[in-house]
């Protein structure tokens, strides 16, 4: 479902460099924050072995960007299998007989 909704025309107040922002409540000087980060994203398949063909269906099934440096089968690459990327990633596979 769509919907259009009015947004009023509005100016921000940018403070200047040698302005002082204040915070409500006093923020600490000191502590721990804990940062609660969702584990999305795409895990980068395992290219090892395979021939650039196979590899560039594997990437674009996967929603990657394949760079193909070479020919034969596929040796290595950056980022290793198993790291997690975002959509589109440029996946470098270095191929090699």
């Known amino acids: 479902m769509r919907a259009r909704v009015p947004v009023p025309d509005q100016q921000a107040s940018i403070p200047t460099p040698s302005q002082t922002v204040s915070t409500s409540p006093s923020a600490v000087t000191s502590g721990t924050v804990v940062l609660d980060v969702e584990q999305g994203g795409i895990v ?3 290219f090892s072995g395979k ?3 196979s590899s ?3 990437a674009q099934s996967s929603g990657l960007d394949l760079e193909v440096v070479g020919s034969g089968v596929a040796q290595d690459q ?3 299998a198993g790291a ?3 959509n ?3 996946i470098k ?3 090699g007989r």
């Open 51 to 53: 021939s650039v063909r």
């Open 88 to 90: 589109g990633t440029r």
């Open 84 to 86: 997690r990327v975002v």
């Open 56 to 58: 560039i269906e594997l």
């Open 44 to 46: 980068v398949p395992s």
């Open 78 to 80: 950056s980022p290793p």
């Open 93 to 95: 596979v270095r191929f």
